[in-house]
């Protein structure tokens, strides 16, 4: 009878953060343990989204640091109960389990909403730099800086605001922007287009593609890989408004963009992209620890 109480304490204790320490009547542990399991894991996240931690640890300690807390208090509240306390009834349990719960879901609802994010990247129109399955770190609120040119974001969708994006911004407000073929220019200055070649990338279908590649770079700053080759067609330049950005994927032959929809309001910007916490490869059913880090 004992090993299944001390069981039930450590199952409680696992599942609801301090509904172990509930079970056996120790209300001041099972409160602390309430709150400190879902601040543990507020505060990786803060880390993270002040670069305090880097994107490649974000999973480990957020499962870590608030698993070892369940971990040990499910140990503790099972040994209590080998020690002799006595068992609250199971519907008092609930109802702290319940509270408990709920305190965690909404310390996660606000972390989500005001200051870090996972999504999934479920499209290739962020090839090569995002691929199907990674799953990237979105700073909300005030820990997203002011968009800039080559920053990548997470929006609303213009036309449907029932869906986001994740794109790269090339045109700020102010700025007139077109695009030659696939390159863009601003103020009739163009991107600098170099390493021109080919590569292999797999979309969301798991089918392997060749397509073109070269590395673009905005005046003054880092270059980065875009898909699609040179065309000579020329676009009519768009003059932005002063609470506009201009995006575009990185896989310009294949993605839904400002040169379809037209410029971005800046109020429907969510968040910025900075890094990957983990990826998983959808097509051969494995995890690529290779590709958690910050975005270059």
Known sequence: MIVARACIAALWALVVPGAGHAYVGDLRTALTVMFLAPALGA???????TGWIP??????????????????????????????????????VASFAFGSAFLTVGAMAIVHAEVLS???????????????????????????????RGQILEFRFPRDR?????????GVGGEEVSMTGFVPEIDGAAFVWSEPGTGEWRGADCTVRTDDRATETPEGQSGYTVLGGQLDSKDKPL?????????????????????????????????QVFGIAMSWDPCEGRLRSQRAGALP
């Open 43 to 49: 505060l990786v996240c803060l880390c993270t989204a």
């Open 239 to 271: 003059r932005l408004g002063s609470d506009e950005l201009f995006m575009l994927s990185d896989n310009r032959s294949n993605a839904d963009d400002s040169r379809r929809w037209g410029p971005l309001p800046r109020r429907d910007v969510s968040g």
């Open 55 to 92: 994107p490649e640890l974000f999973v480990p300690l957020a499962l870590g640091a608030p698993g070892l807390v369940l971990v040990a208090t499910a140990v503790s509240a099972a040994w209590s109960v080998v020690k002799g306390a006595e068992t609250w009834n199971g519907s008092a």
């Open 118 to 148: 996972l999504r999934r990247i479920a499209s290739s129109s962020m090839l090569p730099l995002l691929e199907v399955g990674d799953y990237v770190l979105v700073r909300r609120g005030q820990f997203a800086p002011e968009a800039l």
């Open 162 to 170: 029932r869906f986001t994006y994740v794109q790269r911004v090339i």
